[in-house]
C-alpha cells in the first residue's frame, strides 16, 4: 500500500484528508509538530507528500527547497495562496504538482494516483479482471477468452467507473461527475448513448444483460 | 485657463500708484505757482512724469503676461495638472520664486495625504487578500467532511459552500482588481485548458441542471495570467447558468485564431438581455431586469470582468438577444512578446 504524508498545520483538516485518503486505499499519516519540520519529513519513509505552504515555524516553500536537495519523494503542494507566481514558485523549487484550498476532493485523487504510478511504474492497474471478463485499460478494450470489443475513450472511462463499483448501483451523476473531473464534458443524452453502446459491444462478444439499468437510481453492473 | 487680463483690468489693481502719480501731479502744480515756473514747462514736466509711470507700468503687464502665457500654456497642456511646479521656468522676479515656492509645497503636502490613504488602501487589500486565505481553510476542512460523510443533506450543504466560495473570491479579486499595482503573472497558456477548469468548477451546478457543454477549436496558445482569466470565464459561465432557458440549456466556447489576436466566444441560449440594457452591464452594480425578477443578482461579476480584463489588456464584448442567447467575445492580442517566445 503506498503511503502519504500529510504535512498539514490545521488538525482538522489534516484528520480529514487522512481519512479520506485511508478511504481510498492509500496508508496515511500526518506530522503533529512542526518545530522540526524538514528532519521529521526526513525521518519518515514514505512515497508522496502533501504539503502546506503556510507552516508554523519554517515555511512550507523553505522546506519543499531544502528537501529537494536531499529526496525525490513527489511532492503535492496544497495552499490557500491562490496566485500564478506561488504556484511558479513552488513548480520551480520542485513541487510536483500545486492545488490550491479549498481543493476538489477527487481531482486531487486522481492527481495522486497519476504521480504515483509514474513514479512507481505503471501498477497493476493495467487490467482489470471481473470474472466474465477483462478490463484492459492499456488498450481501451475489453477481452473474453479470445474475444475483444474496442471501446472509445469515454466508454472505457464508463465501464471503469461500472467495474469498480461492481455489484453496487452507480447513479448517472456519479458517473458523469467522474467523466467531467477528466474533461469529458458528455451530457445526459450522450451518456445514455454511450451506456447503449457499451452494452451492444459486450452483446457482441456474448456478454448478454450484463449493466441493468434502475430506473430513478442509475446502473449496475451484475456481478456473477 | 487662459490669460485674460488686460492691461486696464491690470491698472486696477494698482490704483494705489495712480493715487501716487495724482499726488505728485498736484505738487508738481502747487510748487510750479508757487515759483512761477512757465506753463510750458510745467505741462512739459506733468505729461513726461505720466508717460513714464504709463510706460513702466506697461512694460511690467508685459513681462508678467509673458510669464503667465507661458505658465497657462503648460497648465492646458499637462495631462496631470498638479505638475505645474516642475514645469515651471527658473525663476527669476521675487514673485516667481515665492509662486514656485508655494506650488511645491502644496504638491508635497497633498503627496503625503496621498500616499497615506494608498498606503490604507494596501493595508486593507492585504488584510483582505488575508482574510481570504484564512477562510479558505475553514472551506476546505468542511469540504473534505462532506466527503468523508456523504448524504443528502451533506450534498445540499456542499452547494451552499460552493456559494460561499464563489463570493469569496469575488472579494479576492475584487481587492485585486482595485489595487494600483500589477500582482499579476502572464504565463504561456492554452485556451482549452483554462476553458476546461472553469467548466470544471461548475460541474455540480452544470450537471444539475443539466447544462450541454461545448468546447470547439480551443486549441490557440495565449498569453495571460490563467487564474484571472478562470476567474473571469467562472463569472461569465455562473452567469449562463443563472440565466438559463429551462429546457436544452446550452454553453458554447470557440476559439478562433486571427492573425493579430485570438478570440474566445463564449455563446449561451439562454434568456438574454433587453436591448436597451446591453450596454450597461458592465458597469458597477447594474442588475437590470432579469437580475430583479426572482434570480438574484449582485452586479459585480460582469463589471470585474470588464475591469480584470481592462488591467490584462484583453478586450471584452458583450452582445445578446432577449430569448434568444448570450454571446460573449474575449479578445487576446497578440504582440511582439508572444512572437518571440519559442513555439
Not at chain 1, 200 to 224: A, H, V
Not at chain 2, 266 to 273: A, E, L, M, S
Not at chain 2, 315 to 336: C, D, H, M, Y
Request: with cysteine; net charge negative.
Amino acid at each position: 500500500m503506498d503511503k502519504i504524508l500529510i504535512v498539514e498545520d490545521d488538525e482538522k483538516l489534516r484528520q480529514e484528508l487522512a481519512l479520506f485518503l485511508i478511504r481510498n486505499g492509500y496508508d496515511c499519516t500526518g506530522l503533529e509538530r512542526f518545530d522540526n519540520t524538514l528532519e521529521d519529513i526526513l525521518a519518515l519513509d514514505v512515497d508522496l507528500i502533501l504539503l502546506d505552504m503556510n507552516l508554523p515555524n519554517m515555511d512550507g516553500g523553505y522546506v519543499l527547497k531544502e528537501y529537494r536537495k536531499l529526496s525525490d519523494i513527489p511532492v503535492i503542494v496544497i495552499t490557500s495562496r491562490d496566485n500564478e507566481m506561488d504556484e511558479l514558485l513552488s513548480m520551480h523549487y520542485g513541487a510536483d504538482h500545486y492545488v490550491t484550498k479549498p481543493f476538489n476532493t477527487q481531482i486531487l485523487l486522481a492527481k495522486i494516483v497519476a504521480i504515483l504510478k509514474r513514479t512507481k511504474g505503471p501498477a497493476s492497474q493495467e487490467k482489470i479482471s471481473c470474472g466474465q471478463f477483462v478490463l484492459n485499460l492499456s488498450k481501451s478494450r475489453i477481452e473474453k477468452e479470445d474475444r475483444i470489443a474496442e471501446l472509445t475513450g469515454n466508454e472505457l472511462k464508463i465501464i471503469k467507473i461500472l467495474v469498480k463499483n461492481k455489484g453496487n448501483i452507480v447513479n448517472r451523476e456519479d458517473i458523469m461527475n467522474d467523466l467531467w473531473d477528466s474533461e469529458a464534458f458528455i451530457d445526459d443524452n450522450t451518456l445514455t448513448v454511450n451506456i447503449t453502446r457499451i452494452r451492444r459491444k459486450l452483446e457482441e462478444i456474448g456478454l448478454q444483460d450484463i449493466i441493468e439499468t434502475r430506473r430513478g437510481q442509475g446502473y449496475i453492473l451484475l456481478d456473477n | 485657463m487662459v490669460w485674460i487680463v488686460s492691461f486696464a483690468r491690470y491698472m486696477k489693481d494698482r490704483w494705489k500708484t495712480g493715487v501716487l502719480l495724482l499726488f505728485v501731479l498736484i505738487t508738481a502744480g502747487i510748487l510750479g505757482l508757487v515759483y512761477s515756473v512757465s506753463w510750458n514747462i510745467s505741462v512739459y514736466t506733468a505729461a513726461g512724469i505720466t508717460a513714464a509711470f504709463f510706460l513702466g507700468n506697461f512694460l511690467e503687464y508685459q513681462s508678467k503676461k509673458s510669464y503667465y502665457e507661458d505658465v497657462f500654456g503648460k497648465f492646458n497642456r499637462l495631462e496631470e495638472k498638479y505638475l505645474i511646479a516642475e514645469m515651471l521656468e527658473p525663476a527669476d522676479t521675487m514673485e516667481e520664486v515665492l509662486l514656485a515656492e508655494i506650488l511645491q509645497e502644496a504638491n508635497k503636502a497633498m503627496l503625503e495625504k496621498v500616499n497615506a490613504y494608498k498606503y490604507i488602501q494596501e493595508e486593507y487589500k492585504d488584510y483582505i487578500e488575508l482574510w481570504i486565505h484564512e477562510i479558505k481553510l475553514p472551506i476546505a476542512t468542511s469540504k473534505m467532511i462532506i466527503e468523508n460523510n456523504k448524504s443528502d443533506v451533506t450534498k445540499r450543504i456542499e452547494e451552499e459552500l460552493n456559494e460561499i466560495e464563489g463570493y469569496t473570491e469575488q472579494a479576492l479579486y475584487y481587492a485585486r482588481s482595485s489595487h494600483a499595482n500589477k500582482d499579476y503573472c502572464v504565463r504561456r497558456c492554452r485556451v482549452k485548458d483554462v476553458v476546461g477548469e472553469a467548466v470544471k468548477r461548475n460541474k455540480q451546478a452544470l450537471i444539475n441542471q443539466r447544462i450541454k457543454i461545448q468546447i470547439e477549436q480551443a486549441d490557440q496558445i495565449i498569453y495571460t495570467d490563467s487564474k484571472w482569466l478562470g476567474f473571469i470565464l467562472n463569472q461569465i459561465i455562473q452567469n449562463s447558468i443563472k440565466y438559463r432557458r429551462e429546457t436544452e440549456a446550452e454553453i458554447c466556447f470557440i476559439g478562433e485564431e486571427k492573425k493579430d489576436k485570438v478570440i474566445l466566444l463564449i455563446r449561451d441560449n439562454g434568456i438574454g438581455i433587453k436591448p436597451g440594457e446591453v450596454s450597461r452591464v458592465f458597469d458597477k452594480g447594474f442588475t437590470g431586469s432579469n437580475g430583479r425578477i426572482g434570480k438574484k443578482s449582485t452586479g459585480i461579476g460582469l463589471y470585474l470582468c470588464k475591469k480584470l480584463c481592462d488591467k490584462l489588456g484583453l478586450g471584452i464584448e458583450l452582445s445578446a438577444q432577449e430569448n434568444v442567447g448570450t454571446e460573449i467575445r474575449i479578445t487576446f492580442p497578440k504582440n511582439s512578446f508572444t512572437d518571440l517566445s519559442e513555439e
